[in-house]
């Protein structure tokens, strides 16, 4: 072991570069050639931040943190300059709105109105907001997504009183919410004298009149106006 040399087919046969002693071509007992920069395993690889020139470990060139040569960046320093490495090994800014990323439109942290954006790859504003330059603003409501501040393409239907259907319209009476297909999901004016939804008719014994349930005029104890019973 101790003289570089390993036994293969009956012969003994010299390690090969960066191994000092090892068991065979690719497995390294320990290392020669620049020993505190390299991985002490079995390649005996330069440690990130060097690349092997095949004698020894030479430095990657700021921004690089890896690099496979002196001019091929495998990953850069992101932590502090916001840049990735591209399909070529150059160094590149990340696009808005990454502070971090691994490529164009992945992103590792965002940047700009942090609170109001996913935390994923995106980055993109939550659901609510738009971009608007470098800031995500709040939908207008009734809106509860939009694309600008003008383009709504959803309502906040649950509570707002409104649906969407091309733009956010009002719920017909009697709703006081609906969902987008024009179905009340819960009912106003005297929700007491009205049927549970989907209809929010009035109940046996009320007429609808305007915006009102009106009791039927006795003995009618089912009427469709104060003359119809």
């Known amino acids: 072991m101790k003289t570089g040399l390993y036994p293969k087919s009956g012969k003994c046969v010299p390690c090969e570069y960066p191994c000092l002693t090892c068991s065979s071509k690719t497995y ?42 002196e001019t091929f960046c ?18 590149k800014p990340c696009y808005y709105p990454c502070v971090m990323c691994k490529g164009p439109g992945v992103c590792i942290t965002c940047g700009w109105d942090i609170e109001n954006r996913k935390t994923d790859s995106t980055c993109t504003c939550l659901r609510g907001y738009y971009e608007c330059g470098t800031k995500c603003k709040p939908c207008i409501a009734p809106c509860k997504a939009c694309t600008s501040e003008t383009n709504c393409i959803d309502c906040n239907n649950a509570t707002s009183g409104y649906y969407y259907k091309d733009y956010c319209r009002p719920c017909d009476y009697p709703c006081v919410t609906c969902d987008d297909n024009m179905k009340c999901l819960t009912c106003g004016y005297e929700p007491t004298k009205r049927n549970a939804i989907p209809g929010c008719t009035c109940k046996v014994g009320y007429y609808e009149l305007g915006y009102s349930c009106m009791d039927c005029v006795a003995p009618c104890i089912k009427c469709s106006s104060p003359s119809i019973c």
């Open 28 to 69: 390294c007992y320990s290392c020669g050639y620049d020993v505190e920069k390299r991985v002490a395993d079995s390649t005996c690889r330069c440690k990130d931040g060097w690349w092997d020139d095949k004698s020894e470990c030479r430095p990657c060139i700021t921004p690089c943190t890896a690099c496979t040569s």
């Open 74 to 91: 495998t990953w850069c320093d992101s932590n502090n300059t916001g840049l990735y490495a591209d399909k070529n090994g150059i160094c």
